[in-house]
């Protein structure tokens, strides 16, 4: 596509219930990254595929944090069992992939707000 | 681990004239790439510049222009004839091979008409 589109743009969940947020990135594009962005703690870095590559999960902060990648493509990212404090936009990113030069340029989508009650 | 640190929360700068956002960094790696990023009120980001460490020529796009100190580890953001279009907080950035980045916690700027 012609940038990185994100689903659904805003979400309202009730505290314990689960949410999908999904991120399609720019064709061809090989990495993808998911952050989240909350008035206390700032743009976090959560989670990173980079082709077949094992995700570098470094950045999840719980167990109720999981993300896939299918066939190189689409990511969902899976917050189960949500909590208030997990109200945050969360962005996704794409690139290239490559270490060094212009392609390791990330774009980003527009986000999605989640709201926790 | 890298930090960012942008010490001015919010600036405001009145349309046609110049103001310099600041940021620092801290890292004990040689080899990494510094990045300006736009977030306005619609909530994507957009690149504003980018800095590779390993080139002492400061990075120029446009009104954009950065003053990139390697010893001190700072990496200041200029913009030249600022436009109304440019209110939006500003993210200085760091990444280094792994690609993820690390971000400043912002400055909120407003041009003034």
């Known amino acids: 596509g012609a940038g990185v589109s994100q689903s659904p743009s805003n979400k309202v969940t009730e505290k314990g219930k689960d949410v999908e947020l999904r991120c399609d990135p720019i064709s061809g594009h090989t990495a993808l990254y998911w952050y989240r962005q909350s008035l206390g703690q700032g743009l976090e870095f959560l989670i990173y595929?980079?082709?077949?590559?094992?995700?570098?999960k470094s950045g999840l902060p719980s167990d109720r944090f999981s993300a896939e990648r299918t066939g190189g493509s689409v990511s969902t990212l899976t917050i189960q069992r949500t909590q208030q404090e997990d109200s945050a936009v969360y962005l996704c990113?794409?690139?290239?992939?490559?270490?060094?030069?212009?392609?390791?340029?990330?774009?980003f989508g527009a986000g999605t707000r989640l709201s926790v009650l | 681990a890298q930090t960012v640190t942008q010490s001015q929360p919010e600036m405001s700068v009145q349309e046609a004239e110049t103001v310099t956002l600041s940021c620092t960094y801290d890292t004990s790696e040689s080899n990494y790439y510094l990045f300006w990023y736009k977030q306005p009120p619609s909530r994507q980001m957009i690149l504003v510049i980018r800095?590779?460490?390993?080139?002492?020529q400061n990075a120029t796009e446009n009104r954009f222009s950065v003053n990139f100190q390697k010893a001190a580890k700072s990496f200041s953001l200029k913009i030249s004839d600022s436009q109304l279009g440019d209110t939006a907080m500003y993210f200085c950035?760091?990444?280094?091979?792994?690609?993820?980045?690390?971000f400043g916690g912002g400055t909120r700027l407003m041009v003034k008409p």
């Open positions: 950035a760091f990444a280094n091979a792994g690609n993820m980045l690390t």
């Open positions: 595929f980079q082709g077949n590559s094992a995700p570098d």
């Open positions: 800095q590779e460490a390993y080139k002492q």
């Open positions: 990113a794409s690139s290239w992939g490559v270490a060094g030069g212009p392609k390791n340029i990330q774009y």
